[in-house]
Each structure stands twice: as C-alpha cells, then as structure tokens.
C-alpha cells in the first residue's frame, strides 16, 4: 500500500505560480509518480508524470496544455514528488490528485491515489 499526502493548492492570480508537493509513505524509489486535475464539470485528466528512481535516465512526460509552464519532479530523499506550476491561467483551477503506481512509468489508470489539493486561479 502506497499512501500519499498533497500539499501546497491555494488561489493565486493569474500569471502566478505555485508549487504542489505529494509525500509518500513508502518504497518510495520504486513508483512512478504524477498529478492529475479534476475542474469542476469535468472529467479528471493527466497532468504531468515522472519515471521511478532506478531508471538509466529518469522520464517525464506532460499534457500539452501544461508543457513549457508546469514541471514536476521528485525528491527520493524526501520520499516527495513536486509539481511547480508556473504562469498559472484561470483554466487551471482544478482539484489536482498526486498519484502512483509501482512500475517503472505511471499508467493511465493509478493504483495509488491522495486526498486532493485545490488550486484555484483568477483573472
């Protein structure tokens, strides 16, 4: 069992940034790890997703609404996986959910999901 905790979602303006952190509570090296955003109204949806540690070289991907403005990362040392979300638009307020699977990347449908974190952006 893999539990995650997100933080970091508040309100921001538009053009501003924020930072979403998702801690795990084991075996951290060996998940792939992403986000994904649910608006309201609206199917959930991929946002970004990197690789497991271990890998020859650690993969990323992105959706395309947010490649250029979002990066996400992790910190094995932390067991903590980070999204920072730059340029924030108004289209990206969502509740966002840190997720995981244990498998080299993450599929499309996790295993792991957290609580939820919202990030709200006005114009």
């Known amino acids: 069992q893999v539990h995650l905790v997100e933080s970091g979602g508040g309100s921001v303006q538009a053009g501003g940034s924020l930072r979403l952190s998702c801690t795990a509570s084991?075996?951290?090296?060996?998940?792939?790890m992403g986000w994904f955003r649910q608006a309201p109204g609206k199917e959930r949806e991929f946002v970004a997703a990197?690789?497991?540690?271990?890998?020859?070289?650690?993969?990323?991907s992105y959706a395309d609404s947010v490649k250029g403005r979002f990066t996400i990362s992790r910190d094995n040392d932390k067991n903590t996986v980070y999204l920072q979300m730059n340029n924030l638009k108004p289209e990206d307020t969502a509740v966002y959910y840190c997720?995981?699977?244990?498998?080299?990347?993450?599929?499309?449908?996790?295993?792991?999901w957290g609580q939820g974190t919202q990030v709200t952006v006005s114009s």
């Open positions: 990197i690789s497991r540690s271990g890998v020859s070289v650690l993969r990323t």
């Open positions: 084991r075996t951290f090296g060996s998940v792939a």
């Open positions: 997720a995981a699977d244990r498998a080299t990347v993450l599929t499309t449908t996790p295993t792991y």
